[in-house]
């Protein structure tokens, strides 16, 4: 709970996978967005692949939905290679 009883915002959807890029890849961030709840990340066509891949890494992914606040997050970040964890 926030001061005052109130329920603490939930991050925007996409909001972890943005800091793992801007950690892991940040050169292929293109620009960010958010609007409605979601983060819309642009990145080139050239790195797509890279990116989709590190993203898709089904280890890094759980551990990104499993991060309930930001020290969980950064603990994900943190890791020598995120695809390597």
Same mark, same amino acid.
């Given at each position: ?20 890029? !801007?950690?892991? !890849? ?60």
């Amino acid at each position: 709970m926030a001061a005052g009883g109130e329920t603490p915002a939930r991050p925007a959807a996409g909001s972890a996978a943005l800091r793992l890029l !801007l950690h892991e !890849l940040p050169d292929a961030v293109l620009g960010s967005e958010e609007a409605v709840g979601e983060v819309t990340i642009r990145v080139g066509r050239e790195r797509l692949v890279e990116v989709a891949r590190l993203l898709r890494d089904p280890t890094v992914a759980h551990k990104l939905r499993a991060s309930e606040d930001a020290e969980a997050l950064y603990a994900v970040l943190a890791m020598p290679s995120a695809s390597a964890a």
